[in-house]
C-alpha cells in the first residue's frame, strides 16, 4: 500500500468457482465526505464482484478519474446483472451468452 498511495483499497478472496468468499475493504475517513463516499460505493462495487476498473467509460464510478459520490444507474444495472439469478457462478461464456440479452432487457427495466 505504502508503494501506490492510494486512497482506498479492496481486497476479495474467491473460491476457484469464482464465488467470493471473503472482503476487505480500507477507506479513507478523514480525507472529507466528497472522497470518502467516492471510495465507500467504488470499493463496494468490487466487493460485490465488479472487479475492473473502467477509466474509458465515463458512466461508472468504477472510472478512477472520475469522483461522484453515489452509483449511477449504469452501476444500478451492471450490479443487476452480475446478480441476476439466471447468471450462476461457473457458467461457461457460451451459457452466459444465451442468457445475457434477456438479463439485460431486464435490468434496463427494472426499478
Not at 480525507?31 to 465515463?58: K, R
Request: aromatic share 8%.
Amino acid at each position: 500500500m505504502a508503494k501506490t498511495d492510494p486512497q482506498c483499497m479492496t481486497q476479495v478472496r474467491s473460491r476457484d468457482d469464482g464465488a467470493i468468499q471473503h472482503v476487505d475493504v480500507f477507506l479513507i475517513v478523514d480525507q472529507g465526505n466528497d472522497i470518502f463516499l467516492n471510495c465507500a460505493y467504488h470499493e463496494s462495487l468490487h466487493a460485490f464482484g465488479l472487479t475492473n476498473h473502467a477509466n474509458s467509460n465515463p458512466w461508472t464510478i468504477l472510472n478512477q478519474n472520475r469522483t461522484v459520490g453515489y452509483l449511477t444507474v449504469y452501476d444500478r444495472i451492471m450490479l443487476t446483472i452480475l446478480y441476476d439469478h439466471r447468471i450462476k457462478t461457473g457458467m461457461s461464456k457460451t451459457e452466459v451468452r444465451r442468457v445475457l440479452p434477456e438479463v439485460i432487457r431486464d435490468a434496463g427495466q427494472a426499478p
